[in-house]
C-alpha cells in the first residue's frame, strides 16, 4: 500500500513540475535551455524516485541499506548541486545551449558512474553480511549450549568443585568465540556440540563426575584446535 502511495505522490509530482514550467514559463521565453533547465529539474526529481523506488525500496538489513544510501545520497546532493550550478551559470554568463547541455550530461554521466557504485557497495556489504550469519550462527549455538550447561552444573553437589570449573572454564572459552569461515573449523564446531550434548546429559544425570572432567577436557582439546586454525587464517591472511 504505501508503495502504491509512494509511486502516486510521485506521478503528482511530475504533473506538477510539468503543469508548473508551462504555467510560469512565458511561450516566448521557452527556448531550448529553458526546456533543457526543466529536463534537468525532472531528472533530479526522477533520481529521488530512483533511490526509493528502484535501487533500495525496502531498507532489509540495516548495515545493507546504510552503505549503499549513503553512497547514493552523497552522489546525489552533489549532482543536484552541479546541476543547479550549471543552470544559475549558464543564465547569469549567457552560455550557450550546446554548452549547458554537455555539462548537463557530464554531470548525468558522473551521476550514473556512482549509482552503480552504490548498487556494488550494498551488494558487497549484503554478501559479507550473509557469510557473517553464516559462520555466526553455529558459534551462537554453542554459546547458548554451554550457558545451559552451566546452570546445570551449578546444581551439582558442593564435592563436584573440579567438574564445576571445568565446566565454567569452558563457558569462557565458547564465549571469545567468534565465527571462522573455515570447513575444518565448521568440523570441529560439529564436534564440540556433540561433545556438550553428550555432557550435559551426564551432569543431569549428575552421576558420573569423571566423565565430566573427562568430557570437558575433550571439548577444551577441540577448542585449542580451532584456536590453532584460526590462527593460521589470520597468519595467511
Sequence with gaps: MHRMLFNLLFIVGLGIIGGGFFLVVPEASRSNVAYLNAGVIFLIYLSYWIKYGIIFPSKGDAGDFLAGSGIYWHVQGTYTFLCVLVMVSGWALEWKFSTQLLLQIVALFIFLIYVVCSVFAIEHVSKCTSKDRATMTSVRDLQQMSASISTRAALLPADWTEAKQSVLKLEEELNYFSGIENPISASIDEKIMVQLRYLQSIISDG???????????????????????KTQDKGAI
Design 207 to 229: 552421576q558420573n563426575m569423571e566423565a565430566v572432567q573427562k568430557t570437558a577436557h575433550e571439548i577444551m582439546s577441540l577448542i585449542l584446535q580451532r584456536k590453532i586454525i
